[in-house]
C-alpha cells in the first residue's frame, strides 16, 4: 500500500543492546515524526524532519536515542544500551509539511513497532 | 506547562450518543486535533477545529472554544466498532502537538 512502514514490527532485546527501527514515509511527505506510547498512555513526541532543515529533537529523552534521516526519505530511529523503561511502541508519523498558517496537515500513522527490552 | 487532560475510560451503550471532553493549555494555540485508536492499531484522524464553533462529520462532531481551552468529540449512534481510544491533541505555537493520554470508550450491546 501507500501508507507509512514501520519494521520491525515486533522487537525483543536484551537490556544494555542497542536497537535500531526504521521508518518509511508516504511519498511526498515532507514532515516525519517519531513518538513514544507506553501501554496506556498517549503520545510522547520525540523527534520531528522537515525536509532538509534541522530536525526538532526537544523531545527525545536521553542521548541514548538518536534519530537520522536522508532528504525526503527513510528515518531510523536508534536506542544505545537500552533500558526497560524504554519498552513501548514507538510509532512514526508523515504528513506533507508541517502545520503553517490556516493550514492542517494530518498526520498519517505507521503500524508502530513493539519494542520489548528484558 | 503544556498540559491536555481527557478522561480515562467511559462507558456507552450502542446506538446511544456519546461526549467526550478535552482540556488544554498550551503556549500559543493552533488548532485541536481529535484522533481514533482502536487497540494494537495506529492512530487514524477524525477532525480538526482551529475556529469556535462545531464541525460535523457524519456521525462524529468535533466543538472548540479557544476562550475556554476546550474541546468535545461527541458520537452519535453509537456502533460496537466504535469502542476505541479517542486522542485529543492540540497544536502549540510552534505547530508541535501535544497529545492527551486518551479516552478509552467501551461500547455496551
Known amino acids: 500500500g501507500a501508507g507509512v512502514s514501520q519494521s520491525p514490527s515486533n522487537k525483543v532485546t536484551e537490556k544494555g543492546k542497542d536497537v535500531e527501527l526504521r521508518c518509511d514515509p508516504i511519498s511526498g511527505h515532507t514532515a516525519l515524526y517519531w513518538y513514544r506510547q507506553r501501554l496506556g498512555q498517549g503520545l510522547e513526541f520525540l523527534i520531528y524532519f522537515q525536509g532538509n532543515s534541522a530536525p526538532d529533537k526537544s523531545g527525545l529523552p536521553s542521548d541514548r536515542f538518536s534519530a537520522e534521516r536522508t532528504g525526503e526519505s527513510v528515518s531510523t530511529l536508534t536506542i544505545q544500551r537500552t533500558q526497560q523503561e524504554d519498552s513501548a511502541v514507538y510509532l512514526c508519523?508523515?504528513?506533507?509539511?508541517?502545520?503553517?498558517?490556516?493550514?492542517?496537515?494530518?498526520?498519517?500513522f505507521g503500524p508502530g513497532t513493539r519494542l520489548t527490552v528484558l | 506547562g503544556q498540559n491536555i487532560d481527557q478522561p480515562t475510560e467511559m462507558t456507552a451503550t450502542e446506538g446511544a450518543i456519546v461526549q467526550i471532553n478535552c482540556t488544554y493549555q498550551t503556549s500559543g494555540f493552533n488548532g485541536l486535533f481529535w484522533y481514533q485508536q482502536h487497540a494494537g492499531e495506529a492512530p487514524t484522524f477524525l477532525s480538526y477545529?482551529?475556529l469556535d464553533g462545531l464541525e460535523e462529520k457524519g456521525r462524529f462532531s468535533s466543538f472548540l472554544s479557544r476562550s475556554k481551552g476546550y474541546s468535545y468529540l461527541l458520537l452519535k449512534e453509537l456502533q460496537m466498532k466504535d469502542s476505541a481510544s479517542y486522542l485529543c491533541?492540540?497544536?502549540?505555537?510552534?505547530?508541535?502537538?501535544?497529545w492527551g493520554a486518551g479516552t478509552k470508550l467501551i461500547i455496551k450491546p
Open positions: 491533541a492540540a497544536a502549540d505555537s510552534n505547530y508541535q502537538l501535544i
Open positions: 477545529n482551529v
Open positions: 508519523a508523515s504528513s506533507l509539511r508541517r502545520n503553517s498558517g490556516r493550514s492542517y496537515n494530518e498526520q498519517f
